[in-house]
């Protein structure tokens, strides 16, 4: 386990932007595939982007494509989630994972974090 932790959520207003962090103490993280999923109340968890552990291959979503993106950077152990002109539709909580396989399927990660609210006001 490599007990991810999520910051950077908040308030912001629609066409605002937010950046999210995904830190780890364990040096094991770097060697992982991270993704961020979301969950909005009542709806189910939503696959949202993910990185290889190198950093140089990257997936998202359909809904974020072009105003989300992905990054890390294993020197401070941290994964980040640039997220530009934001929608209401964006509202949920955003969850960090990590796992051994580039995959767009919750189930395929190991290690999550707590989450982090983003609220996007109309």
């Known amino acids: 386990q490599v007990q991810p932790v999520e910051s950077g959520g908040g308030l912001v207003q629609a066409g605002g932007s937010l950046k999210l962090s995904c830190a780890a103490i364990?040096?094991?993280?770097?060697?992982?595939?991270v993704a961020w999923f979301r969950q909005a109340p009542g709806k189910e968890r939503e696959f949202v982007a993910t990185i290889t552990r190198r950093g140089f291959a990257t997936d998202y979503a359909d809904a974020v494509k072009g105003r989300f993106t992905i990054s890390r950077d294993n020197a401070v152990n941290t994964v980040y989630l640039q997220m530009n002109n934001l929608k209401p539709a964006d509202t949920a909580v955003y969850y960090c994972?990590?796992?051994?396989?580039?995959?767009?399927?919750?189930?395929?990660?190991?290690?999550w974090g707590q989450g982090t609210q983003v609220t996007v006001s109309t």
């Open positions: 364990k040096r094991v993280f770097t060697t992982y595939t």
């Open positions: 994972a990590a796992g051994p396989n580039f995959s767009r399927t919750a189930g395929t990660y190991t290690d």
